[in-house]
């Protein structure tokens, strides 16, 4: 599960903005990240010294599963510059996919692409 944010207010990479990633069925897992140089996430801390690789063949293994991913908007912004403090996208993962987004994220819109 992977990701990139492009800033539409610059137009470059949303580099240093802090992500979580959860599972919906287990919300208390929680992987997080920060966008490196080129916006992206492609690597995400343990999570209870599991890795999102551990975990998802441990306790998801060949089913389906639900997510959600969260970008920290009101921190990256600034509060008085978002309307969104915290930007959550719930997505499916299908079994045996390769799962990349790519945001567009203004102050007042976001765009996401699959």
């Given at each position: ?84 403090p915290v930007m959550d996208v719930n997505f ?23």
């Amino acid at each position: 599960i992977t990701c990139q944010i492009i800033d539409a207010q610059t137009g470059k990479p949303a580099a240093g903005m802090q992500v979580v990633l959860r599972p919906l069925k287990d919300s208390h897992k929680m992987f997080s990240s920060c966008t490196n140089f080129n916006g992206q996430v492609t690597r995400w801390d343990l999570c209870n010294k599991q890795s999102l690789a551990q975990y998802l063949k441990a306790e998801i293994g060949n089913n389906d599963s639900a997510w959600q991913i969260g970008f920290d908007t009101g921190r990256y912004f600034g509060r008085a510059n978002t309307y969104w403090p915290v930007m959550d996208v719930n997505f499916y993962l299908w079994s045996g996919e390769s799962f990349h987004m790519s945001i567009l994220m203004g102050k007042s819109d976001y765009r996401v692409l699959r």
